[in-house]
């Protein structure tokens, strides 16, 4: 049992519902005004969710074609990649971004947990597109 899973080893289906969509939401601010309309500079673009997730992607093919332990580290040194990212003089994702990568990653102790989280974030993803105006950015 860890972060990802329930009491039976199964992954939480929340992650993979609820939770999800609602990191997704987190990434994306509204103006307060109009919630129909998206505050792209302080909202996560798509652009960087893609850069992100692509390079989980990268990890995961590392991971199946040389191990997990050999590329820990390079999954574990994403959160500073998430933290240059977040840099607040020059902010490329959003805090709430910043903070799901590092949540994450800080739960990611073994191949199960690792391939818990990538269907977690590939749900993210989904949610993510899901949002009305999100797409065109």
């Known amino acids: 049992m860890g972060y990802y899973f329930d009491q039976s080893n199964n ?12 990191k997704a939401d987190s990434f994306v601010k509204k103006n307060h005004r ?4 998206i505050i792209q500079r302080e909202s996560l673009s798509s652009a960087q969710l893609r850069r992100f997730f692509g390079e989980f992607r990268q990890l995961e093919k590392r991971v199946n074609a040389i191990g997990f332990d ?13 933290s ?21 990653v800080d739960n990611i102790n073994g191949k ?16 993510f597109y899901g949002i009305p105006g999100v797409s065109n950015r």
Do not use: Q, W
């Open 70 to 82: 050999k590329v820990k580290p390079l999954i574990k040194m994403v959160k500073s990649k998430a």
């Open 11 to 22: 992954i939480r289906s929340d992650l993979l519902d609820g939770k999800a969509k609602e």
């Open 84 to 104: 240059y990212a977040a840099n607040p003089s020059n902010p490329k994702i959003p805090p709430s971004f910043k903070s799901f990568l590092s949540e994450n």
């Open 34 to 37: 109009d919630p129909t309309k």
């Open 112 to 127: 199960e947990d690792f391939e818990a989280f990538m269907l977690h974030f590939e749900a993210v993803v989904g949610f």
